[in-house]
């Protein structure tokens, strides 16, 4: 397993420790991460995306998506059911859950179940305060907030 040194990330940012958390705890997950169900991650816009699962064979109320701080996770599990003999089967239908790490300011828009897959709609949505604005230069030392000592 690869190291990185965060050191030169923190010399020209502030506020950045979230993000190397994030890549440690990324650069740490477990290499064991399930491939069941299989998924999309699309751009359906400018600030929109959608998460798409195949989930065939689950029913809508067999799914449970939990949204909780920067985590979405989406758990399925079938009811146990004597089924019949198989000569051969394919369909995956046992229990999952999936976890995605969300940005900051996205948050669930909304879910749907279409034709054997789930789809979750995310939108992030960038406070007015986080927007880029323009600061004005003032030629007014006490307009500029600095003291006289300098």
Do not use: W
């Not at 689950?58 to 989406?74: G, H, K, M």
């Not at 146990?80 to 229990?95: D, N, S």
């Not at 300011?105 to 709609?121: Q, W």
């Amino acid at each position: 397993m690869q190291t990185f040194d965060l050191a030169p990330l923190y010399r020209s940012s502030v506020g950045f420790d979230r993000v190397a958390s994030l890549l440690d705890s990324l650069t740490k997950a477990d290499q064991s991460q399930p491939s069941y169900p299989p998924y999309n991650i699309e751009v359906t816009g400018e600030n929109q995306y959608r998460i798409s699962l195949a989930v065939a064979g689950f029913d809508q109320s067999d799914l449970e998506i939990e949204a909780e701080q920067n985590q979405l996770t989406v758990r399925g599990k079938r009811p146990e059911k004597k089924e019949g003999k198989y000569l051969h089967r394919g369909i995956a239908t046992r229990a999952f859950e999936r976890r995605f790490q969300l940005a900051d300011h996205v948050r669930v828009d909304g879910a749907r179940y279409e034709n054997g897959l789930l789809h979750i709609d995310l939108v992030r949505e960038v406070p007015e305060k986080m927007k880029p604005r323009t600061i004005a230069i003032s030629t007014d030392r006490k307009d500029a907030g600095e003291t006289l000592d300098s």
